[in-house]
């Protein structure tokens, strides 16, 4: 297993377009965390799973955005009707049992909302 | 709720001299901390963690910290810089005696070493 892999790495979009993407967490890692990263700034939590279960989400993001962990197994990310303000980098990552592991986090994916 | 400060946005060293990059956290029960370094246009990398015990824990690529219950600080420090060094670096902390088993992730120090 070669660690978190996150596809696209890159994505350009048109405001309004829809936009999905796709997180392969470390095979043995049941938890599974979503960010966002702006410049300047650090990672801000969008939501978690346990498994296959959604057990967090944060108060601030939009109801546009919904992501799925089908099987506990990899995770999409989707942001309906993107808007400028979307535009930042998606990370992903996992980490095995335990509030005391440390995270593994995938390349990123950059969103840029033309 | 628990957050993680980072008081500066960037630190400079020279090649050789020792760094130091300041991380305070705030939570209701025990924590763990941890710190993270980012380079340019690439994910977060774990550099090393506090969990309980000693309070001096060391890591990778030659980087250690020291935790301060008392000022509720978790500083990152190196005896020796490299230019190498030179990246983002996160402080994030966990506490799920009391606060979120959620990380929760600083806004990050830029380190530069220069030659």
């Known amino acids: 297993d070669t660690g978190v892999s996150q596809d696209p790495r890159h994505k350009i979009t048109k405001r309004g377009q829809n936009v999905t993407f796709r997180c392969d967490p470390i095979?043995?890692?049941?938890?599974l965390y979503w960010y966002r990263q702006t410049l300047g700034q650090g990672p801000e939590f969008l939501t978690y799973?346990?498994?296959?279960?959604?057990?967090?989400k944060s108060r601030l993001l939009s109801d546009r955005f919904s992501a799925e962990r089908p099987k506990g197994s990899f995770s999409t990310l989707e942001i309906q009707r993107t808007e400028q303000g979307d535009s930042a980098m998606y990370l992903c990552?996992?980490?095995?049992?335990?509030?005391?592991?440390?995270?593994?986090f995938g390349q990123g994916t950059r969103l840029t909302v033309v | 709720a628990q957050s993680v400060a980072q008081p500066e946005d960037q630190v400079k060293v020279a090649e050789g001299n020792p760094l130091t990059v300041k991380c305070t956290y705030s939570?209701?029960?025990?924590?763990?901390l941890f710190w993270y370094v980012q380079y340019p246009n690439r994910g977060l990398q774990f550099l090393l963690k506090?969990?309980?015990?000693?309070?001096l824990v060391k890591g990778s690529y030659g980087f250690e910290a020291e935790f301060n219950k008392s000022q509720t600080s978790f500083h990152l420090k190196k005896p020796s810089a490299l230019v190498s060094d030179s990246a983002l670096y996160f402080c994030?902390?966990?506490?799920?005696?009391?606060?979120?088993?959620?990380?929760?992730f600083g806004r990050g120090t830029s380190l530069i070493v220069h030659p």
């Open positions: 990552a996992s980490s095995g049992e335990g509030a005391n592991t440390e995270a593994f």
């Open positions: 095979s043995e890692h049941n938890r």
């Open positions: 799973f346990q498994n296959e279960a959604q057990l967090e």
């Open positions: 939570v209701s029960g025990n924590p763990y």
């Open positions: 506090y969990i309980t015990g000693d309070n």
């Open positions: 994030a902390v966990t506490a799920p005696g009391g606060g979120s088993y959620i990380p929760t």
